[in-house]
């Protein structure tokens, strides 16, 4: 769905055309023009009859609606990358998988292997809707996580980035009185982006004791359309964790910080039965 400033800049765009009809002084009764601002942003410009100013007239008109459409699909882009809360980097530059080929460990068979199951997921080639990759700081968890999401984004999808230890501290001061920010709609922005990345699980110990309700809640939300829509639109919608522990190292710090250690069971089913997993 287009946004109001598109539809004004859409409206300017019809204006402009048709004052330039008119300076070409071809009647009225000849020429017709009409431009349609609508979800699929369908345009027509015709003429009647088709004598050579009129021809011309519209050529020209239909190069300039090309060129609007291919400005506004960047800017509708740069949109998406901006809400999607990827870092900087990610939202200014164009990056590809062959890009990764540039960090220190990109030749280890860890990491080929990890971005060959990337690349499946962008392609919806991987029956599991989760992918777990984990390890020690420095060798391009998140990098090849943040690739993954500005190449759906730049593809027309949707999705989110989240550095899990900030938006546990974001989620807890929701629940304070008086607060403008709803812990619902932070819940909701994780549950229903189609394309997620969820950074630096099990990092800050803070975060585990606080947030394993809330890590389960997403979980369980999640796994009811994901892995759905991973047997009926393969590539859909995915979950890419990072973290520095393994997922079995990530169930036993929740058993020993959580404040409710059952949340560590359920977070052990949910994240081991539908997920697939590399330590690099």
């Known amino acids: 769905m287009y946004d109001e400033g598109s539809l004004i800049a859409a409206e300017t765009w019809a204006v402009g055309a048709r004052e330039r009809l008119a300076q070409l002084a071809i009647p009225n009764r000849i020429i017709q023009v009409r431009v349609e601002a609508n979800p699929t942003f369908a345009w027509q410009a015709w003429a009647p009859h088709k004598c050579g100013d009129c021809e011309e007239a519209l050529l020209s008109i239909e190069a300039e609606k090309r060129a609007f459409e291919a400005r506004e699909v960047t800017r509708q882009t740069r949109?998406?990358?901006?809400?999607?809360?990827?870092?900087?980097?990610?939202?200014?530059?164009?990056?590809?998988?062959?890009?990764?080929?540039?960090?220190?460990?990109?030749?280890?068979?860890?990491?080929?292997?990890?971005?060959?199951?990337?690349?499946?997921?962008?392609?919806?080639?991987?029956?599991?809707?989760?992918?777990?990759?984990?390890?020690?700081?420095?060798?391009?968890?998140?990098?090849?996580?943040?690739?993954?999401?500005?190449?759906?984004?730049?593809?027309?999808?949707?999705?989110?980035?989240?550095?899990?230890?900030?938006?546990?501290?974001?989620w807890q001061a929701a629940h304070a009185p008086g607060s403008k920010v709803s812990a619902w709609d932070l819940e909701q922005e994780v549950i229903e982006a189609p394309h997620l990345v969820l950074d630096e699980l099990g990092t800050d110990k803070a975060a585990i004791g606080a947030g394993a309700d809330l890590f389960n809640r997403l979980l369980d939300e999640r796994l009811r359309v994901d892995v759905g829509m991973a047997r009926e639109r393969p590539g859909s919608r995915w979950v890419i964790f990072t973290a520095n522990p393994t997922t079995e190292q990530l169930v036993n710090l929740y058993k020993t910080t959580a404040d409710d250690p059952r949340m560590a069971v359920r977070i052990e089913r949910r994240i081991s039965e539908f997920n697939t997993e590399i330590v690099l």
């Open 79 to 170: 949109l998406r990358l901006e809400r999607s809360g990827l870092p900087y980097e990610y939202v200014t530059g164009q990056r590809g998988l062959d890009d990764l080929v540039k960090l220190p460990n990109a030749n280890t068979p860890q990491f080929v292997r990890a971005r060959t199951i990337v690349a499946n997921l962008l392609a919806g080639n991987l029956a599991l809707p989760w992918f777990y990759i984990c390890g020690e700081n420095g060798l391009g968890k998140t990098s090849l996580a943040c690739v993954a999401l500005q190449i759906k984004i730049q593809n027309g999808g949707r999705g989110c980035f989240i550095y899990f230890p900030s938006f546990v501290k974001k």
